[in-house]
């Protein structure tokens, strides 16, 4: 199986940046497709962005589009999401995930396989 771990939330004020990451053990990890949800007290676990296994494909919610960007290295099983121009409303528990295989069901928690602890984001404003 695959053992995901998200690292680098924290609290920033509106307008600033963060850079999270998903460290994933396994040897099968470029053969995952990765995706990136959120969830704030409340509130439903939403869809935040994803990447197919090969990187080749990139999926974001639109809105986060124009200030996220995942990317993933699969040479280091990482994945990561690079936030910029951050928002109150983007403050949440931000989960990664592995899908064997989500085709067009990226935006589908159920569609995922393996989820990482969360890490906080908390944007003041």
């Known amino acids: 199986q695959v053992q995901l771990a998200e690292s680098g939330g924290g609290l920033v004020q509106a307008g600033g940046s963060l850079r999270l990451s998903c460290a994933a053990s396994g040897r099968a990890f470029s053969t995952y497709d990765i995706g990136w949800f959120r969830q704030a007290p409340g509130k439903e676990r939403e869809f935040v962005s994803a990447i197919s296994y090969s990187g080749g494909s990139t999926y974001y919610a639109d809105s986060v589009k124009g200030r996220f960007t995942i990317s993933r290295d699969n040479a280091k099983n990482t994945v990561n999401l690079q936030m910029n121009s951050l928002k109150s409303e983007d403050t949440a528990v931000y989960y990664c995930?592995?899908?064997?295989?989500?085709?067009?069901?990226?935006?589908?928690?159920?569609?995922?396989?393996?989820w990482g602890q969360g890490t906080q984001v908390t944007v003041s404003s």
């Open positions: 995930a592995a899908s064997k295989s989500f085709e067009n069901d990226y935006v589908t928690p159920r569609w995922y396989d393996y």
